[in-house]
Structure formats: C-alpha cells, structure tokens
C-alpha cells in the first residue's frame, strides 16, 4: 500500500488502541489495564526492522508506564488532552516528518493528530468519525490483536516480512 515504506515510527493510543478500552480500578484505587500479547509480539517485530514506537495516551496510568518498559518504548506521554503537541515533540525528536509517521487511533481525541500523519489507521470498533478519516481500519478491534495488525501490514508494506520469518524458519 502506498505511504507504508515512509512509514519510521508508529504512534500508539493506549485505551481502546493497546487495550479495549476497559478501565478498571481495584478497591485500592490503582488502574488496572489488558495488554494484548500478540500486540507485544508485533512492536518487537516492527522494532527488529528498525521501527520506532511511541505511546501518546489522554490518561495517565503505572500501568502504560510498566508496559512501554517491557516493550522498550522510550517515548511515553501521559495525561495528553492535546496529543498534537506531544506528536510534534516527537517528531522534532527524531527529525520526522508527517508523511514518516502513522497513528493509531480510536477515538474523536485521535483525530487531529491521525490528519496530520503520513498513514492514519482506525481500530475495528473505534469511533465512526475515527472510521471515516482513517486511511485504514483493523480487522481486530483494539486490545485484540489490532496494533500487531498494523505493524505487521507496514513491514509487509516495506518488503522486510521475510527478515522477521528468516529469525524463526533458518534453513
């Protein structure tokens, strides 16, 4: 698909993206969240290609912190409500471009920043608004597989699927 080889960093929504959007609180006021493994397995896919990742999410949770750490993703910013700033932080950061960036997104807070990106995706079950400006929409709904989806789609979209089977399948 065109625009997926320019693609350098994918940049992640936590709730509904990375999880399905549940949020539960345990009795000690502690957030809980469900991170997908098979999404997991696809950053570090996407990471062994040399394949950034960054986290912009509007809540602030230990739990998004200890799981970007598992998943070696330096970039975390929390408590977002205007996730254009954070997205321009990172770009400046790493000297990108729009058209060097996708987004991954599920709802209207998304928006602005999945306009400006070189390849906007939607989950499964995001918002209709989300759907209708997304360049693509995940058959897996978020925090079911849907980012592993997409990194798997970009480094397919890059022709390096095969350095990611060559680890696995050596002859």
């Known amino acids: 698909m065109a625009g997926l080889e320019k693609i350098k960093i994918i940049i992640l929504d936590v ?8 949020i539960t609180i345990d009795s000690m006021g502690n957030e809980l969240k469900t991170f997908n493994a098979k999404d997991g397995s696809g950053i570090k896919f996407g990471q062994r290609v040399g394949l950034k ?19 070696n ?9 205007k996730k254009i700033e954070a997205y321009g932080k990172i770009l400046s950061d790493y000297n990108l471009n729009d058209e060097d960036a996708c987004y991954i997104g599920d ?9 400006r990106v070189g390849y906007s995706v939607g989950v499964s079950d995001a918002a209709k608004e989300v759907c209708e400006i997304a360049d693509y929409i995940t058959k897996a709904p978020g925090g079911k597989g849907a980012v592993r989806e997409v990194v798997e789609k970009v480094i397919m979209g890059q022709g390096k699927w095969d350095e990611i089977l060559s680890g696995y399948f050596k002859e």
Not at 55 to 68: E, H, L, P, Q
Not at 107 to 115: A, Q, T
């Open 15 to 22: 709730d509904g993206v990375l999880t399905d959007g549940s």
């Open 107 to 115: 709802d209207l807070v998304d928006m602005p920043v999945m306009k």
């Open 73 to 81: 993703i330096k970039d975390v910013y929390q408590g977002e409500k």
């Open 53 to 71: 990742f960054a986290i912009i999410t509007g809540r602030s949770s230990a739990a998004v912190d200890k799981r970007a750490k598992e998943l």
